[in-house]
């Protein structure tokens, strides 16, 4: 039968001892509960019923692709902030740690005010890295009254600052 | 990836020191084909469908947070107008459709659905009339369901029978919710010319040109445009004030943009619009106030006010005009007087009255929103000050709302706190006199002149 829903009100309208159901079809949770307590089997067009993937109707294949982004020439970047309170070794362990999820350092800025610093990073990523443990990684770095780090996508500054 | 240290330092500052956010990604669903003769059958289909669509709503929005370190605050839905939803059913009681709207919310894990919503602009079906009647309940019984209803525009006018009853309703509600300070109000709003793809709660739900899902993305960032102003300083010319303001706006515009083209790609759905609308919080910092009075008002309510926040909401929604071709929803700025600290001040400090807030309605993105009324305000005069809200609208072809909350028990100038996001009210003096017979004499104010363009 060819329905968006099944109800508990069809379950119990239908009966029987299974009830073949259209791909796309979503079966309520109280339509479950009704055929599981009646021992009816709910099938679908290749065995037990699953849930559908959501169909997210007529426009919505032909919707994002198309929309223009800003030009990059690189993959996936980074870029990663370091503030804090300087001490010998904090770029070491920042690159240290950057080279070991095999990110290049393409561009690289530092300047120290005092007793604190501020560092830029701007990095890319290797094809084939994801970039949240990247940055999760980086961000465990420091800790309170040592230094901060904060990473971002590129694609962040690239929608803020290009057009 | 030519990126300059001080571009890259104003973005992250955005974020770490100006509260700049993704406010909400709101899913829209269509629930057109949830209609059902049986009442049950009905919300059942509603429940899941909401689930069905929305199950990854929280997980895509906590993975765009993950991905690109952008705070992306709310993850909400907004359904089709559940009147047009329950016409098929017949029932006289909607309060169902409410508590699958909650259900399906808490199994999503988001904290508000918008949707309970009816279009009574011209005049009442059947079901309208149900939901009106449902709402002080539904509202009263769920945590997460936010109503809303269209009263007037600009092509129909204002029906006066419906604000009547709409004033009815705002009063029954709180009402219900007196133990809590009559919170129920602060999902409830009516609009002139609602839009129908708002983002932002209470006002959210799915008009009926949209398709079957869309992604709408609301974006803020009071303390960044704030932040901008401290840095001008106060000698610049208004003209570089609204080049500031400008320039922001299309900043904050374009995250809105990653963020929802990304989160409509990994949702499977369409990207709608961004709502780049300035919306307050009771952070501190996060205040329109506190931009009005950079621009140059000692206090907000003071004279200038009304063209300070013109300034502010034109050059927001120039900024954001150029930063997406997808604007859409209120953009402008907020001015919800108990989640703005500043706004809270300018009342506590007797600068800001209901009527210089009216005022600033004219050219603010909404209207009265979150304004505090007497306990026992009368019917007549909460009528009174909803259709002078929606006649601003009417008149002026654009979207207003009233959002007003009668505290039970408080009088003017009386202090209530909702907690959280809601923040701190002090109740307004809607005045002494009343409108009484005109909100007697119900019936229409019919389409005003501007309306006839065809």
């Known amino acids: 039968m060819t329905k968006r829903f099944l109800t508990a009100e069809d379950v119990r309208r239908l009966g029987g001892p299974e009830i073949q159901l259209e791909s796309g079809t979503v079966v309520t949770p109280q339509a479950a509960e009704v055929a599981a307590a009646a021992g009816i089997r709910l099938v679908g067009a290749t065995g037990p019923y699953v849930p559908p993937i959501p ?59 005092g007793a604190h610093f501020h560092m830029v990073l701007t990095c890319a990523v290797a094809p084939g890295r994801e970039f949240a443990p990247i940055k999760d990684t980086l961000q465990c770095l420091g800790g309170e009254g040592d230094y901060v780090v904060r990473v971002m996508h590129e694609k962040v500054f690239r929608f803020m600052h290009r057009v | 990836m030519p990126f300059t240290d001080q571009e890259i330092l104003e973005t992250v500052r955005m974020f770490e020191l100006e509260t700049f956010d993704i406010r909400t990604t709101t899913l829209g669903i269509s629930l057109m084909d949830c209609a059902d003769p049986d009442l049950e059958s009905s919300a059942e289909k509603v429940y899941a469908k909401i689930v069905h669509h929305g199950r990854r709503l929280v997980e895509v929005g906590k993975s765009i947070e993950a991905d690109f370190g952008v705070p992306i605050i709310n993850k909400r839905v907004a359904t089709t107008p559940i009147a047009l939803v329950a016409a098929a059913c017949g029932s006289k009681d909607l309060v169902p459709f409410a508590r699958a709207m909650d259900a399906a919310a808490a199994e999503i894990g988001i904290d508000y659905i918008g949707g309970f919503t009816a279009y009574v602009h011209k005049g ?17 019984e769920t945590k997460r369901v936010c109503a809303s209803v269209s009263l007037a525009t600009t092509k129909a006018g204002i029906n006066m029978d419906a604000v009547a009853k709409f004033a009815d309703v705002v ?88 963020v929802g083209r990304e989160a409509a790609r990994r949702l499977g759905t369409v990207f709608g619009i ?181």
Request: glycine share 12%; net charge negative.
């Open chain 2, 274 to 454: 961004v709502d780049v609308s300035l919306a307050p919080t009771p952070a501190v910092g996060d205040s329109v106030a506190d931009i009005l009075e950079l621009i140059g008002v000692e206090r907000t309510g003071a004279p200038g006010t009304t063209a300070a926040l013109a300034l502010l909401t034109d050059a927001v929604k120039k900024g954001g005009a150029m930063a997406s071709s997808s604007v859409g929803g209120l953009s402008g700025a907020f001015i919800p007087v108990s989640e703005d600290q500043g706004m809270i001040d300018a009342v506590a400090c007797g600068a800001l009255s209901l009527a210089k807030l009216e005022a600033m309605t004219t050219v603010c993105s909404v209207g009265l929103d979150m304004v505090a009324v007497p306990g026992d305000i009368t019917a007549s005069k909460l009528s009174g000050i909803i259709a002078d809200e929606m006649a601003i609208g009417m008149v002026n072809q654009k979207t207003t709302a009233v959002r007003a909350i009668p505290v039970p028990g408080k009088g003017p100038g009386e202090k209530h706190d909702w907690g959280g996001l809601l923040g701190t009210a002090i109740v307004q003096d809607p005045g002494a006199f009343d409108c009484e017979v005109m909100w007697r004499r119900g019936g229409r104010i019919p389409a005003p002149l501007q309306s006839y363009r065809n």
């Open chain 2, 124 to 140: 009442f079906t059947r079901a309208d009339e149900a939901l009106f009647l449902s709402i002080p309940e539904a509202l009263a």
């Open chain 1, 55 to 113: 169909d997210r109707g007529p426009d919505a294949s032909r919707a994002n692709d198309v929309l223009p982004e800003p030009i990059s020439t690189d993959g996936i970047g980074l870029i990663v902030t370091v503030v804090g309170r300087n001490r010998p070794g904090v770029l070491a362990e920042v690159t240290a740690t950057l080279a070991a999820a095999e990110c290049d350092v393409i561009d690289i800025s530092q300047r120290t005010v």
């Open chain 2, 171 to 258: 009063l029954k509600t709180a009402a219900l919710t007196a133990s809590e300070g009559g919170l129920g109000c602060a999902k409830l709003v009516c609009f002139s010319n609602p839009v129908e793809d708002n983002p932002f709660i209470a006002g959210a739900h799915l008009g009926i040109g949209e398709g079957e899902t869309v992604l709408n993305v609301g974006v803020s960032g009071p303390g960044v445009v704030r932040s901008a102003l401290e840095r001008l300083g106060p000698d610049a010319s208004l003209l570089a004030v609204a080049e500031t303001i400008k320039r922001t706006a299309f900043k904050i515009t374009r995250m809105g943009e990653l």
